[in-house]
């Protein structure tokens, strides 16, 4: 349907919506999930003049977009460069980074900055209007683009969603859940949503976040359980490196109500500093994240602690105006005390194998932002590349969507309403945290294969077959990187093993 926005519409927390009540429903484009993924390919595809249907299951503040805390990476400071930027991408993603899909990163995200600030988000900034950069990380110069301190994603989110509802070609379906893919002669043309309607579009855009959240112990809002990578793969898309999670080392733990809740890099890269149940530090606090996550997990196995210090007593605490509050909402002082902090599982680096417009390997099926493994990460991600990949890909998906084929005729709808994905038991996402944790065994993984819940049983598979340690996938039985695995991405189809493949 395309809204020419002068039928009715309804309060949301959006604003105000279109209502479309139809069955089966038509646009040029559908997008489903309205984190910065969803939200910026929609927008892109409306510029050209799309009509764009945009399909979101849970609140806006329910996406891991609107709780990105340090912000966007881009090559912006005069001693900064892409190749520069490449270079500290491919050292986190350890030998695993597909350079192609890394270096239409690098170069586009600049642009893509320039164009959010177009759309009216305001990024922090001096006086004179240069943006202020923060360091995390891996990154050899400052490189982080933020707003509100560490409120960016907050930021972000809401500017893009007032802008999608103010567009007259952008449909949102809020409250709405995609359950299948809608397939016809082996192409995908559109989705079938849980409560029995459908859209129907000559292309389809998955956007649906990652799957940090099947592990019990997570910085990620509820909802980000790989559906996306499930409607995907029971299309018949492959998937790819589902053994690479990443562990954030410090989310805060024991303090009620802020369980899990993450207290991002950027405080380290303005000098906060971690320490031991004995007080002395421990780790380069800003070496890559996998290999300050593990450190910690080492300590506290050492200890018996359950929580290392996170020290920000030197740090301005109106740099950081949500985190400080959000602590202290919680009884805790950041000022005052260190913040006991460990590893919560953060972020997926794998997904549906994507290309780099974000094409899946079923015809007119693209997926962008978390859900989507373009081998852009390789085996551990840059900190703040993903919402800068959100924004890229989302750009180049929804131009390449818009040049699919049409479609002839009238296709018949689903017939019947698509079956609810599973969501995992608690005792699903406890497996996950012990036997697909920091570090793996043979025995826990093969357990873990035996789990009822299909996407644990892949993950366990894709981990099973990666006989090496290699950034966030540490294997304690092969505890080095083989160099055989350079560059070979862990691929897994239909009712398929897992095989190991070389990307250009
Ligand atoms: C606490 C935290 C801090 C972070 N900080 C940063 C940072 O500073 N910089 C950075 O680069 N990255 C950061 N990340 C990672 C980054 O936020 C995410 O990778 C990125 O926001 C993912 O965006 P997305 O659009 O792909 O997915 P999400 O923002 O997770 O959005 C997913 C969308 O899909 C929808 N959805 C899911 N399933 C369905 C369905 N079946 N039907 C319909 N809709 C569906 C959801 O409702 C939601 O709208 C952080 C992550 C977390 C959790």
């Given at each position: 349907?395309?809204?020419?926005?002068?039928?009715?519409?309804?309060?949301?927390?959006?604003g105000?919506?279109?209502?479309?009540?139809?069955?089966?429903m038509?646009?040029?484009?559908?997008?489903?999930?309205?984190?910065?993924a969803?939200?910026?390919?929609?927008?892109?595809?409306?510029?050209?003049?799309?009509?764009?249907?945009?399909?979101?299951?849970?609140p806006?503040?329910?996406?891991?977009?609107?709780?990105?805390q340090?912000?966007?990476?881009?090559?912006?400071?005069?001693?900064?460069?892409f190749?520069?930027h490449?270079?500290?991408?491919?050292?986190?993603?350890?030998?695993?980074?597909?350079?192609?899909?890394?270096?239409?990163?690098?170069?586009?995200?600049?642009?893509?900055?320039?164009?959010l600030?177009a759309?009216?988000?305001?990024?922090?900034?001096?006086?004179?209007?240069?943006?202020?950069?923060?360091?995390?990380?891996?990154?050899?110069?400052?490189?982080?683009?933020?707003?509100?301190?560490?409120a960016?994603?907050?930021?972000?989110?809401?500017?893009?969603?007032?802008l999608?509802?103010?567009?007259?070609?952008?449909?949102?379906?809020?409250?709405?859940?995609?359950?299948?893919?809608w397939?016809?002669?082996?192409r995908c043309?559109?989705?079938?949503?849980?409560?029995?309607?459908?859209?129907?579009?000559?292309?389809?855009?998955?956007?649906?976040?990652?799957?940090?959240?099947?592990?019990?112990?997570?910085?990620n809002p509820?909802?980000?359980?790989?559906?996306?990578?499930?409607?995907?793969h029971?299309?018949g898309a492959?998937?790819?490196?589902?053994?690479?999670?990443?562990?954030?080392?410090?989310?805060?733990?024991?303090?009620?109500g802020?369980?899990?809740?993450l207290?991002t890099?950027a405080?380290?890269?303005?000098?906060?500093?971690l320490?031991?149940?004995d007080?002395?530090?421990?780790?380069?606090?800003?070496?890559?994240r996998?290999?300050?996550?593990?450190a910690?997990?080492?300590l506290?196995?050492?200890?018996?602690?359950?929580?290392?210090?996170?020290?920000?007593?030197?740090?301005?605490?109106?740099?950081?105006?949500?985190?400080?509050?959000?602590?202290?909402?919680?009884?805790?002082?950041?000022?005052?005390?260190?913040?006991?902090?460990?590893?919560?599982?953060?972020?997926?680096?794998?997904?549906?194998?994507?290309?780099?417009?974000?094409?899946?390997?079923?015809?007119?099926?693209y997926?962008?932002?978390?859900?989507?493994?373009t081998?852009?990460?390789?085996?551990?991600?840059?900190?703040?590349?993903?919402?800068?990949?959100?924004?890229?890909?989302?750009?180049?998906?929804a131009?390449?969507?818009?040049?699919?084929?049409?479609?002839?005729?009238?296709?018949?709808?689903?017939?019947?309403?698509?079956?609810?994905?599973?969501?995992?038991?608690?005792?699903?996402?406890?497996?996950l945290?012990?036997?697909?944790?920091?570090?793996?065994?043979?025995?826990?993984?093969e357990?873990?294969?035996?789990?009822?819940?299909?996407l644990?049983?892949?993950?366990?598979?894709?981990?099973?077959?990666?006989?090496?340690?290699?950034?966030?996938?540490?294997?304690?039985?092969?505890?080095?990187?083989?160099?055989?695995?350079?560059?070979?991405?862990?691929?897994?189809?239909?009712?398929?093993e897992?095989?190991?493949?070389?990307?250009?």
């Amino acid at each position: 349907m395309k809204d020419d926005g002068t039928g009715p519409r309804e309060a949301s927390e959006y604003g105000t919506r279109p209502v479309a009540a139809e069955p089966v429903m038509s646009s040029d484009l559908v997008v489903v999930g309205a984190g910065a993924a969803g939200l910026y390919a929609a927008l892109s595809a409306a510029a050209e003049g799309a009509s764009v249907t945009l399909v979101s299951a849970t609140p806006l503040a329910q996406t891991a977009s609107y709780w990105a805390q340090g912000g966007i990476a881009a090559s912006l400071a005069v001693e900064d460069s892409f190749a520069r930027h490449l270079a500290d991408t491919e050292a986190a993603g350890r030998d695993l980074v597909r350079r192609s899909a890394a270096r239409v990163l690098v170069r586009e995200a600049p642009a893509r900055v320039r164009d959010l600030e177009a759309l009216g988000v305001r990024f922090d900034a001096d006086r004179r209007g240069v943006l202020a950069l923060g360091l995390e990380g891996g990154h050899s110069v400052r490189r982080v683009v933020h707003a509100g301190g560490s409120a960016t994603g907050r930021r972000v989110v809401r500017q893009l969603s007032a802008l999608v509802v103010d567009a007259p070609n952008i449909n949102v379906l809020e409250s709405a859940r995609a359950a299948s893919a809608w397939l016809h002669e082996g192409r995908c043309v559109g989705v079938a949503l849980a409560d029995g309607r459908a859209v129907h579009a000559r292309a389809t855009i998955l956007a649906t976040g990652g799957a940090a959240a099947l592990w019990s112990r997570t910085t990620n809002p509820p909802g980000s359980l790989g559906i996306g990578m499930s409607i995907a793969h029971a299309a018949g898309a492959d998937l790819a490196d589902l053994e690479f999670l990443q562990f954030h080392p410090t989310a805060v733990i024991g303090i009620p109500g802020r369980e899990g809740f993450l207290v991002t890099e950027a405080i380290r890269g303005e000098g906060a500093t971690l320490h031991g149940p004995d007080g002395e530090r421990f780790v380069e606090e800003l070496a890559p994240r996998d290999e300050v996550a593990r450190a910690i997990a080492r300590l506290l196995d050492e200890t018996g602690a359950t929580s290392v210090g996170l020290d920000m007593r030197a740090v301005d605490p109106s740099l950081f105006p949500n985190v400080v509050s959000a602590l202290q909402d919680a009884g805790l002082d950041p000022t005052r005390e260190p913040i006991p902090v460990s590893p919560a599982s953060h972020y997926m680096m794998g997904g549906i194998v994507a290309d780099t417009v974000g094409r899946s390997t079923v015809a007119g099926l693209y997926a962008v932002g978390e859900t989507a493994c373009t081998g852009l990460h390789g085996a551990n991600r840059l900190a703040s590349n993903s919402l800068s990949e959100c924004f890229v890909y989302g750009a180049r998906a929804a131009r390449a969507g818009l040049d699919e084929p049409a479609g002839a005729g009238t296709i018949d709808p689903p017939t019947a309403a698509a079956a609810p994905l599973e969501r995992p038991t608690r005792a699903t996402r406890e497996a996950l945290w012990r036997d697909a944790g920091i570090v793996r065994t043979r025995e826990g993984l093969e357990r873990l294969t035996e789990d009822p819940h299909p996407l644990a049983r892949l993950i366990a598979a894709c981990a099973l077959r990666r006989e090496e340690s290699r950034g966030a996938h540490q294997r304690a039985d092969f505890s080095r990187v083989d160099p055989a695995f350079d560059h070979c991405h862990t691929e897994i189809g239909v009712n398929e093993e897992p095989r190991s493949a070389a990307w250009a």
